[in-house]
């Protein structure tokens, strides 16, 4: 697998955050939704290292560290209010 198909591998956009009972859905490059269980999930972002789902929102763009369902640590790529105002769009 090249390093370009690993890195679209692990990236997920964020479908659903549910922070009351630490449970993150998030949608694969196939469209494949996934759910997982992310209570001891170290979110890292711009802004620093937490341990809080609050800090990531639906549309986000992120990596995922995970085993059997659960996710240790959880990586903001890119901001859904970025994605947005790329030249892209």
């Known amino acids: 697998m090249s390093l370009t198909d690993s890195l679209k591998h692990n990236r997920y956009s964020v479908v659903a955050v549910d922070a009351a009972t630490g449970r993150l859905r998030v949608r694969s490059e196939a469209e494949l939704c996934t759910d997982f269980a992310c209570g001891e999930a170290e979110v890292v972002?711009?802004?620093?290292?937490s341990h809080a789902l609050a800090d990531i929102n639906p549309g986000d763009i992120v990596t995922l560290e995970h085993k059997d369902g659960h996710a240790s640590?959880?990586?903001v790529v890119r901001r859904v209010f970025d994605e947005y105002s790329s030249p892209e769009w």
């Open 73 to 75: 640590e959880i990586r």
């Open 45 to 49: 972002t711009d802004e620093g290292r």
